[in-house]
């Protein structure tokens, strides 16, 4: 069936670094990728999504990487800041139209 | 403006209380979702409507009805529920439903006694 796993379930960075994280999945038939930020008590909130046909996207601070070679999905976080600490969750599209969601990363950023 | 509301923010219910959860969304989009998210879990999809139409159910009990009024409100009515069902409830919109960015509300933090 479809999924999509993570590789790391923490990460803390010290403030200023890049931070990288994860995300693999099976089945490629899907089209679209999204990463969502979600911060405690709040509902995810979207912050850079890819196609297929793309192999990166870049953002304001954040860029997403697409690897179909090896199913391998990463969002890059340039210069971590404090209000980047949350979890954040890799999700695919489905074959219904639906979101497939990893489990999500908790980033951490040292002051 | 990529706003999803949704009411309450919080909610405490009995066992044998009926409530309802409500989620508005003025982006024109034609897609919304419900979705159950448990601490420290990614969210889970329950029911997609596209068009006013339910086009998803992930075998949600009976106890979870979904309602779509018009295009632009979702209500997800609750009765009999279990603590179990304790959750953070997610409501979510997108353009249609072919592999587009949903765009999340804040959530109905909902506790069942």
């Known amino acids: 069936g479809e999924s999509v796993g993570l590789h790391l379930p923490t990460l803390s960075v010290q403030e200023g670094d890049n931070s990288i994280i994860n995300c693999a999945y099976s089945n490629s038939a899907s089209d679209y990728f999204i990463w969502y930020k979600q911060e405690s008590g709040k509902g995810p909130q979207f912050i850079i999504d890819?196609?297929?046909?793309?192999d990166k996207r870049q953002g304001q601070r954040v860029t997403v990487l697409l690897n179909k070679t090896v199913k391998h999905l990463s969002l890059q976080i340039a210069a971590t800041q404090p209000g980047d600490s949350a979890v954040y969750f890799c999700a695919k599209g489905g074959s219904q139209g639906n979101l497939i969601f990893g489990k999500g990363t908790k980033l951490s950023v040292k002051p | 403006d990529t706003e999803v509301t949704q009411t309450p923010k919080h909610l405490v219910m009995g066992m044998t209380n009926k409530k309802s959860l409500k989620c508005e969304q003025h982006?024109?989009?034609?897609?919304m979702y419900w979705y159950k998210q448990k601490a420290k879990k990614p969210p889970e999809l329950m029911f997609v409507y596209s068009y006013e139409k339910l086009s998803i159910n992930e075998s949600v009990p009976s106890r979870f009805s979904p309602e779509c009024p018009n295009s632009s409100l979702l209500n997800l009515h609750l009765h009999a529920l279990q603590p179990e069902d304790s959750a953070l409830y997610l409501c979510?919109?997108?353009?249609?439903?072919?592999?587009?960015?949903?765009?999340f509300g804040p959530g109905t933090r909902l506790l069942v006694l």
């Open positions: 890819i196609r297929s046909n793309m």
């Open positions: 979510a919109s997108s353009q249609d439903e072919v592999q587009e960015t949903q765009y």
């Open positions: 982006m024109g989009h034609r897609a």
